[in-house]
């Protein structure tokens, strides 16, 4: 058992391998995956309907960027963190202070960003 046991996560992240090893890496700290999509609408039904702890949401999807995902996930208060290769730069001010993991990423800086983002850490 680890401090996230049970933690029920949506993943969205459009390269189907880092979505492997992001789901993964989340599987080894047993976490519950809900749902693991790649494009936008899907993620923001899933965002706005399912019952999730956190979600890992990769900052560009095919070009379209995930902020609406994660407006509708700040609405519900749903804590969530960004995953991306674009660093800070790459995040609006208003989502600034949100948790970022740069890839590529270990499984350790992974844990240590899911603990701040639920504010574990």
């Known amino acids: 058992m680890t401090m996230f046991s049970g933690v029920k996560v949506l993943v969205v992240e459009?390269?189907?391998f880092v979505a492997l090893l992001i789901e993964d890496?989340?599987?080894?700290?047993?976490c519950e995956i809900v749902a693991s999509v790649a494009r936008l609408t899907e993620a923001e039904g899933i965002a706005a309907t399912a019952a999730i702890d956190l979600a890992v949401l990769d900052v560009n999807l095919h070009g379209q960027p995930s902020f609406p995902v994660a407006e509708i996930l700040r609405e519900r208060g749903v804590p969530f963190m960004f995953s991306t290769g674009y660093g800070q730069n790459g995040l609006p001010r208003e989502f600034a202070g949100h948790p970022l993991i740069a890839?590529?990423?270990s499984s350790t800086e992974l844990?240590?960003?899911i603990a701040v983002a639920l504010g574990k850490g």
């Open 103 to 105: 890839k590529p990423f």
């Open 25 to 30: 890496m989340l599987g080894d700290l047993s």
């Open 14 to 16: 459009d390269e189907g």
């Open 111 to 113: 844990q240590q960003k």
